[in-house]
């Protein structure tokens, strides 16, 4: 509110520099910025140059974005301010950095980087454009401090970022002193309509505890149905759930209703386990099997700099996939026809273990999906891989949210935990985070202690 006497204050239009690593990110990131004005040094053009090639997400990243300059500027110079096509959007240029600056990041820092001549584009738009703030916006964190310590405005790139990582949605509710008799009725009945029956109000599927002095009962809440349903603790494929989390996992990986479920929890508590062992239970309700994981490659580089043909580049990153399904079959040691059955399924590719950049352009029906590893993907990934599902497909995201492997991800950033807040309340949709880990007592010393 004004202040009487004085004009109201008109918030000035700022600036924001985007990095390369923002646009590999979310390649329509400058139409994020509402009315400010966004740039992009000419280094970062060179590197999405170099980036432009390859089936990996990055590469589609990096496409995209140059076609969406293209478009953007159509016959205009893209040196000079250019009108982004969004609604009340600001413009759009490319820094190309040729005047003296008073302060030089190459001076400070040293020359031949990148990142430093990134640093010098900003800087040289905070000297032209003095009346107002010049942001740099990238997911690179030392960047961003190299850039404070010049004095230099610098923040994360926001959107798709989930605040109170800490409070993210768990999928399940644990209520005490709940009423006996009900417990008892869905007990005997096991499904019942929910309501008047105390439960909290959700607005999209949710499991729940119930507890009064030694009962307990355990139901999944149907937002569409409106109904509680008992879930059942008995193994499947001869896996048996270890504890009451692993019971709600696998109830809404069974659940025909259910066609996107995701599971979070630490290392060794049976995300992957329990994803493949209820893919084989429904394994005749499914055209194929799919389970896939992205690739991060090691030290960063492309896993062709990796000896051999395709299989044998990326082996060693489905060794963890193919050890759960050893331990499955190892549960039908003395079942020969089961065993065969097992490898027979394999072998036709009923079951298929591949990485994840390998499906592009595969039409995803009638199939199992299960992508482990799935805090290493963005936001725009996953919304990609969901978009690929045709009809009765089923796709499921496993992933521990504090174990991130790429750059420039973090617990807050990353794709699955983007899924878990914006999914939460939709029909088809079920999560569970899983707590207690069931590898081994020594596999969760080092989650409890180290």
Same mark, same amino acid.
């Given at each position: 509110?004004?202040?009487?006497?004085?004009?109201?204050?008109?918030?000035?239009?700022?600036?924001?520099?985007?990095?390369?690593?923002?646009?590999?990110?979310?390649?329509?990131?400058?139409?994020?910025?509402?009315?400010?004005?966004?740039?992009?040094?000419?280094?970062?053009?060179?590197?999405?140059?170099?980036? !432009?090639?390859?089936?990996?997400?990055?590469?589609?990243?990096?496409?995209?974005?140059?076609?969406?300059?293209?478009?953007?500027?159509?016959?205009?110079?893209?040196?000079?301010?250019?009108?982004?096509?969004?609604?009340?959007?600001?413009?759009?240029?490319?820094?190309?950095?040729?005047?003296?600056? !008073?302060?030089?990041?190459?001076?400070?820092?040293?020359?031949?980087?990148?990142?430093?001549?990134?640093?010098?584009?900003?800087?040289?738009?905070?000297? *032209?454009?003095?009346?107002?703030?010049?942001?740099? /916006?990238?997911?690179?964190?030392?960047?961003?401090?190299?850039?404070?310590?010049?004095?230099? =405005?610098?923040?994360?790139?926001?959107?798709?970022?989930?605040?109170?990582?800490?409070?993210?949605?768990?999928?399940?509710?644990?209520?005490?002193?709940?009423?006996?008799?009900?417990?008892?009725?869905?007990?005997?009945?096991?499904?019942?309509?929910?309501?008047?029956?105390?439960?909290?109000?959700?607005?999209?599927?949710?499991?729940?505890?119930?507890?009064?002095?030694?009962?307990?009962?355990? /139901?999944?809440?149907? =937002?569409?149905?409106?109904?509680? $349903?008992?879930? $059942?603790?008995?193994?499947?494929?001869?896996?048996?759930?270890?504890?009451? *989390?692993?019971?709600?996992?696998?109830?809404?990986?069974?659940?025909?209703?259910?066609?996107?479920? $995701?599971?979070?929890?630490?290392?060794?508590?049976?995300?992957?386990?329990?994803?493949?062992?209820?893919?084989? +239970?429904?394994?005749?309700?499914?055209?194929?099997?799919?389970?896939?994981?992205?690739?991060?490659?090691?030290?960063?580089?492309?896993?062709?700099?990796?000896?051999?043909?395709?299989?044998?580049?990326?082996?060693?990153?489905?060794?963890?996939?193919?050890?759960?399904?050893?331990?499955?079959?190892?549960?039908?040691?003395?079942?020969?026809?089961?065993?065969?059955?097992?490898?027979?399924?394999?072998?036709?590719?009923?079951?298929?273990?591949?990485?994840?950049?390998?499906?592009?352009?595969?039409?995803?029906?009638?199939?199992?999906?299960?992508?482990?590893?799935?805090?290493?993907?963005?936001? =725009?990934?996953?919304?990609?891989?969901?978009?690929?599902?045709?009809?009765?497909?089923?796709?499921?995201?496993?992933?521990?949210?504090?174990?991130?492997?790429?750059?420039?991800?973090?617990?807050?950033?990353?794709?699955?935990?983007?899924?878990? +807040?914006?999914?939460?309340?939709?029909?088809?949709?079920? =999560?569970?985070?899983?707590?207690?880990?069931?590898?081994?007592?020594?596999?969760?010393?080092?989650?409890?202690?180290?």
């Amino acid at each position: 509110m004004a202040t009487k006497g004085k004009s109201a204050s008109i918030p000035t239009k700022k600036i924001f520099v985007l990095d390369t690593s923002v646009i590999l990110y979310d390649h329509d990131a400058i139409n994020n910025f509402h009315e400010h004005d966004v740039a992009i040094p000419i280094q970062v053009l060179e590197e999405l140059d170099n980036f !432009k090639s390859g089936n990996d997400t990055r590469n589609f990243e990096a496409r995209s974005f140059i076609r969406l300059i293209d478009q953007t500027s159509k016959q205009k110079l893209i040196s000079d301010w250019v009108a982004l096509n969004a609604q009340n959007s600001g413009k759009f240029k490319v820094i190309l950095n040729e005047q003296q600056l !008073k302060i030089n990041a190459e001076e400070v820092f040293g020359k031949g980087k990148t990142d430093h001549k990134i640093l010098n584009a900003a800087l040289s738009l905070r000297e *032209e454009y003095p009346d107002k703030k010049v942001v740099l /916006v990238s997911k690179d964190i030392c960047l961003r401090l190299k850039a404070k310590a010049l004095d230099l =405005h610098a923040e994360d790139y926001e959107t798709g970022k989930i605040k109170n990582v800490d409070d993210l949605y768990a999928g399940k509710t644990e209520l005490v002193n709940f009423n006996e008799l009900i417990i008892d009725d869905i007990k005997k009945a096991k499904i019942l309509a929910s309501e008047n029956i105390g439960l909290p109000i959700k607005e999209g599927n949710h499991f729940f505890i119930l507890k009064n002095k030694r009962k307990t009962g355990n /139901v999944f809440y149907n =937002h569409n149905n409106q109904t509680i $349903s008992s879930v $059942s603790t008995d193994a499947i494929f001869k896996i048996k759930p270890k504890n009451i *989390e692993q019971a709600f996992a696998i109830h809404a990986l069974l659940d025909d209703n259910i066609k996107l479920v $995701s599971i979070q929890g630490n290392a060794g508590t049976g995300k992957t386990l329990l994803a493949l062992a209820s893919a084989l +239970e429904q394994r005749r309700n499914f055209r194929q099997i799919y389970i896939t994981r992205p690739i991060v490659s090691l030290s960063n580089k492309d896993i062709g700099f990796l000896p051999g043909d395709a299989k044998s580049k990326t082996d060693p990153f489905m060794a963890p996939i193919w050890d759960n399904l050893r331990f499955i079959k190892d549960q039908f040691i003395g079942d020969d026809k089961m065993s065969s059955k097992i490898d027979e399924l394999i072998t036709t590719e009923k079951i298929a273990i591949a990485p994840l950049a390998f499906i592009r352009g595969r039409t995803l029906t009638k199939i199992f999906f299960i992508i482990d590893e799935a805090q290493n993907l963005t936001p =725009h990934e996953v919304k990609t891989i969901i978009s690929r599902a045709g009809e009765h497909t089923k796709i499921v995201f496993t992933g521990d949210i504090y174990q991130i492997d790429t750059p420039y991800l973090d617990s807050e950033s990353n794709g699955l935990s983007y899924l878990i +807040e914006n999914a939460k309340n939709h029909p088809l949709y079920a =999560h569970i985070t899983l707590q207690k880990g069931e590898r081994s007592e020594l596999a969760n010393l080092a989650n409890v202690l180290l």
